[in-house]
DNA sequence: CGGACTGCATAACGCTGTTAGGTATATAAC
DNA sequence: GTTATATACCTAACAGCGTTATGCAGTCCG
């Protein structure tokens, strides 16, 4: 994208490999931001990956509405004076428990591919 | 699996997070085991990430026919006199610069889930 | 008044891995 | 001899995901 990239193959792979990581991405961006909404976690994870990772609204909504629906989230509208209506998103304590196993299944995760593709721990 | 895990949306995330990358463990085992069948493809895998990775024949043996219809892998049958037919795979000239082109990707989303994930670099 | 940015939502589509079968040989256990 | 396990490959049906495309709507700038 920002390099000249033109491999279709390549972007596929590529695709797969970081949409795996999205659910994860905007989990700890709202842990990050405390109450936050669909729209700053995709600028968050945007600038906080200098501009790699560039998250789909129509990605990005339904995960927010999944995680709700399985409490790890909480919602609630806003009506501000000005400018249009916001859903926040923060996580509930049972979310924070459920990120950390998350973070620590991607650590695990992280090791196991250096082990295979790096040749480490062997 | 090994771990007592019993959590339904752990294991839907950590699928997720993992079959991203099963593509680029799969061209790395063949890159690893020289020329190569896909039963020890999975073999090697499971052996390499200490039996975390359990990658199924219907996952393994249609990932390397869609490689092999790109030219990123060759492959030709074998009729040893005793035991089964075997359809062997080694990477084409291209497949070994495609390689490392992914694999370079992997590294960047690597850093870059550090970034996000780790706080590293900011 | 037009464009860019903000902000949320849903439907149709294509692509993947999973699940669940099928076929087949070799070997060890009972 | 028959069952179980390991080896070795294949395909079809299905569920689930992100992408694409589209809609609505307020704010701000030129």
Do not use: H
């Amino acid at each position: 994208m920002q390099s000249g990239e033109s491999n279709p193959l390549r972007e596929k792979l590529n695709r797969e490999m970081r949409s795996g990581l999205y659910a994860l991405f905007i989990l700890k961006a709202v842990e990050e931001l405390g109450d936050t909404y669909g729209y700053e976690i995709v600028k968050y994870i945007e600038e906080r990956s200098g501009g790699r990772i560039k998250l789909r609204d129509a990605t990005v909504y339904p995960i927010l509405r999944y995680f709700t629906k399985r409490r790890v989230l909480e919602s609630y509208w806003t009506e501000p004076d000005v400018g249009l209506p916001r859903k926040y998103y923060r996580l509930t304590p049972d979310g924070r428990r459920f990120l950390k196993e998350l973070f620590e299944d991607y650590r695990d995760l992280k090791s196991v591919a250096e082990r295979i593709l790096e040749g480490d721990g062997r």
